[in-house]
Nanobody, 118 residues
């Protein structure tokens, strides 16, 4: 069974930084578009950043200039470097794998909690 495992969350003060890591196993990582999403209490899950299998990157407007997504296909890993964090960034952050091949399943990690104190 495919698995996405996130790590790197935690408690940080406003203005601080965190780096999230998602390691994928038992999937053809290089043909998956990878993404980071987040969900805070009472809100829907929202896209934070995505990177396609070809390296095309997309960011939500609220993280542009602060967050950087990257992937290492050799390590089956996707990263999210988060700088200038503010309390509104507090959420559970989820890793997502979306296959390029139609009909293949997508996968979600279990999430990692990010808490930013003011």
């Amino acid at each position: 069974q495919a698995q996405l495992v996130e790590s790197g969350g935690g408690l940080v003060q406003s203005g601080g930084s965190l780096r999230l890591t998602c390691v994928a196993s038992r999937i053809s990582f290089s043909i998956h578009n990878m993404g980071w999403y987040r969900q805070s209490p009472g809100n829907q899950r929202e896209m934070v950043a995505t990177v396609t299998d070809g390296g095309i990157i997309n960011y939500a407007d609220f993280v542009k200039g602060r967050f950087t997504i990257s992937r290492d296909n050799a390590k089956n890993t996707v990263y999210l470097q988060m700088n200038s964090l503010n309390p509104e960034d507090t959420a559970v952050y989820y890793c997502h794998a979306d296959p390029e091949i139609s009909g293949w399943p997508e996968y979600w990690g279990h999430g990692t909690q990010v808490t930013v104190s003011s």
